[in-house]
C-alpha cells in the first residue's frame, strides 16, 4: 500500500468533516491561508535536531508548496511525502504551519491501515485521532 497523497487526504478530510443531511451547508469565504511561518511541533523538533539544515529547508519548502496549493482557509490536518517520509502537518489561518512528525514511509502505511478510512482524520506518532482541536494553535 502507498502513502495517501495529500490530495487523497483531503477528500477523505472533506468527506469525513462535510456536512450530514440535517445540517445546512455554509460556504467558508475566507481568504485562502499562506504559510508565513513554520513551527515544528516538540517531537518533531527533537528530529529535526538530527537533520541537515538543507534536509530541514527542503522539508520546510515541501510543506510550504503543499499547503499553499491546497488555497484552503486553513487546514486542520495532511500529511506531505518527502523522500521516503511523510510529514504530518497543518496550516491555521493566521498562516502557522506547524510540523507534528516525520514518519517513515512503511510505518505511516501500517498506521493507516490499522485505523481504517473511517477513523482517518489524521495519524500522527501517537496514533489516529479524530478531532482537529488536537492539532490547533
Known amino acids: 500500500m502507498r502513502a495517501p497523497s495529500p490530495s487523497d487526504l483531503v477528500s477523505q478530510l472533506t468527506t469525513l468533516a462535510g456536512p450530514t443531511e440535517d445540517a445546512p451547508v455554509t460556504i467558508d469565504n475566507r481568504p485562502a491561508a499562506r504559510v508565513k511561518r513554520i513551527v ?8 529535526r535536531s538530527s537533520l541537515t539544515a538543507r534536509m530541514v529547508h527542503e522539508i520546510e519548502c515541501a510543506v510550504t508548496e503543499d499547503l499553499d496549493s491546497m488555497e484552503m482557509p486553513e487546514v486542520f490536518f495532511t500529511s506531505v511525502e518527502f523522500r521516503g517520509r511523510v510529514v504530518t502537518c497543518d496550516l491555521d489561518s493566521a498562516g502557522t504551519a506547524s510540523i507534528f ?5 512503511d510505518e505511516y502505511e501500517e498506521l493507516v491501515e490499522e485505523a481504517g478510512d473511517d477513523a482517518l482524520f489524521g495519524v500522527d506518532w501517537d496514533g489516529v485521532y479524530i478531532t482537529p482541536a488536537r492539532t490547533r494553535h
Open 101 to 105: 512528525g516525520l514518519i517513515a514511509l
Open 40 to 47: 515544528w511541533a516538540s517531537q518533531a523538533a527533537r528530529l
